[in-house]
């Protein structure tokens, strides 16, 4: 009988190993029981013709979105007069335009899950008539073998039977192939579909704030904000996570903080002004703190507030492949940099480094205390660079780091262990997100395509996730090091390195072992990864 | 907390073991032993500190030694093993020199941390840009700037 509940990776990972056993078995007891091993690994499961019916209901809404948006662009361009509508102070023409392209988005997300349903049809009525074929040609092995040989049988085989056993070892051999390969095809197409679908459910943002506290014109111009210093559609300053737990905590509020907190937006200079108060009541800051945040960032335009409060911000041409320099680093790398000093690690500081950097992404007052100061205003890099150094002290002081004692007095850091990354993570990083973390090993290219979906889904919502990448030397000794995913897009994952750069890898390459891109060539394997639990 | 004590004395005593008396192979100069003098015909080599974790590597920069006195016979990498740690531990990165006549040159090093140098191991050093300000050169241990250039005296007797 197939094991139920079979994942199309655990599918995969048993046919390799079937694979490998029919290939290599030696005796006829050993051939019929690998086939058999072989067909009771489950069929690949689905029904393409409910995948299509789903795709032809979507084609039907793609096109009333594309409607909505033509109409909403039609209003844009006639212009629209200064006025505010929302009850937070959006500007008319701010709403319009976020609706416009927020009916974009949908009608993109429409249509892409649309051709994600169909291709993962596709592949699926592929694999499954592949996999039925190789199944044939394991039956037929099977018929070819008889029954199983009992002890006295199994002690001379003649040569004719010898060839006949050869013979069906290698067309189950084939079909266990033919099986394992449809196999692949179904998972490939499956963890591609799930990305996309993440992807574009976690895009469809504006609707994770549910609150009725503000109006849903607001809500639109909030989830359209976009960071200052990059493309909007890949800077979105509010996250999913944010636009979700902003809301939750606005349902919260007494009825006097409700009205001070709308009083903080309505007076806000600029969109960006706006969200980062929304982002700092998602980080998890009661009114009071957020009120203290509102007063130092209060009419700074939004390149100031970029810099201060966002220490990672990705550029237009990011994604361009422009190739690998001579020590196997991406040559498309961008600098995360406040006032040109890099967010990077000062010492063997990669954990805190990173884990400090990954909680100034999600927590806008904190980011603004390492890079304003205990006023928030200043704009020094040397103060920035102090305050970083000293906080990564703190972190590894925290996760009860390892020191390197310097003769004769005095220690240095010296790394951390991943019990220790675990502890800072969860206390610097999820209290503002609201996910603990967990840690998972990755060592093989099976584990680390099993693990992208959850990686996919973390990043997409807005949680940064943690990876650990390693490497050997000649002697077979082992280094390690701490590096970030922080964002994605297609099978593209854009990598946070502590020594202050940003990089985009492909997910081939983060499955495979050439995670160097993102670092050097030292560094080639994401051995494990820190996950944000649900 | 890991104690690394034990480590940390054995370093400068392998190192006075190794420093300048050849009994193992070519002489070996640490990075604060700037000063190179060797016979005609001896092999040395310079051993500097590299933490791939850090993206520390080393380079022979232009201008190149004198090959009259001394030529580059062979550069290696090894890791310090940091038992299944994240960050910690370090490496070393060693360039073995044959002293060919008698004569005074000097080996520039380039030194980079952070990965703020994107060439291979063994590759030309990467020079300045236009836009950007010369490299400095050292006076002390490496890291005091992510780039930074460390001159070596060689006198070949």
Known sequence: MPAAGESTTDRREKLAGHHRAIAGAGDKNTLIEAIRNALDVSAPVGSPSTLDDIAKRYAKQAEAARDVQDRVEQIALKGLPDAWVGSTGAKAQEVVSAAARSAGQMDQAIRGARRALILLSDALTTAQSEDKGGREQLREALGMLGGEDGFFDDMVEKDAEEAERLRARSIASAGAKTMHA?????????????????????????????????????????????????????????????????????????????????????????????????????????????????????????????????????????????????????????????????????????????VVTGRAMVDPVYALELTGGPSGQEDDPAAFRERLGNEQLRVHEEGDGDDAYDFPFGSTPDGMDNDGKTTVANKEISPHTGSEYEFQETRSADARRDVLPDIEKAVAEGKPVPIGVEGKDANGDRVGHSMMIVGQEGDMLQVYNPWGTTTWVSEDDFVNGRMGQASDKDLPDAYAVHLPAE | ?????????????????????????????????????????????????????????????????????????????????????????????????????????????????????????????????????????????????????????VTVR
């Open chain 1, 182 to 354: 449809a196999a692949e095809k179904a998972d490939d197409a499956a963890r591609e579909a799930a990305r996309d679908l993440n992807k574009f459910a976690a895009e469809a943002r504006a609707g994770r704030m549910k609150t009725d506290n503000i109006s849903a014109a607001d809500r639109l111009v909030l989830a359209d904000t976009g960071v200052a210093g990059g493309p909007a559609e890949m800077n979105e300053l509010l996250t999913a996570n944010d636009l979700e737990r902003s809301g939750k905590a606005m349902e919260r509020m007494n009825a006097r903080d409700q009205a001070e907190f709308e009083r903080m937006l309505a007076e806000s200079k600029s969109p960006q002004e706006r969200a980062y108060l929304v982002k700092a009541l998602a980080a998890g800051y009661d009114l009071n703190e957020v009120s203290e945040f509102r007063d130092k960032i209060h009419g700074k335009d939004p390149a100031w507030l970029q810099r201060h409060l966002t220490p990672v911000t990705t550029a237009g041409d990011s994604m361009n492949n422009e190739g690998l320099n001579p020590d196997g680093s991406s040559v498309n790398k961008d600098d995360q940099a406040f006032q040109g000093e890099r967010w990077s690690q000062d010492g063997n500081t990669c954990v805190p480094s990173t």
């Open chain 2, 1 to 153: 907390m890991r104690n690394r004590l034990a480590a940390a004395l054995a370093l400068p005593l392998s190192a006075l073991a190794l420093a300048g008396c050849g009994l193992f192979g070519p002489e070996t100069y640490e990075v604060d032993e700037r000063t190179v003098e060797v016979d005609a015909g001896e092999e040395f080599t310079l051993s500097l500190p590299a933490s791939p974790s850090m993206g520390e590597n080393w380079y022979v920069a232009d201008p190149r030694p004198d090959r009259d006195v001394v030529r580059l016979q062979g550069q290696d990498e090894e890791y310090e093993d940091d038992g299944g740690n994240v960050g910690g531990g370090g490496g070393t990165q060693s360039f073995t020199f044959r002293a060919i006549e008698p004569g005074t040159t000097k080996i520039k090093l380039l030194y980079c941390r952070l990965g703020r140098c994107n060439a291979g191991f063994g590759d030309p050093a990467p020079s300045p840009s236009p836009s950007e300000s010369p490299f400095p050169v050292a006076s002390g241990s490496p890291g005091e700037h992510d780039r930074e250039y460390f001159d070596y005296t």
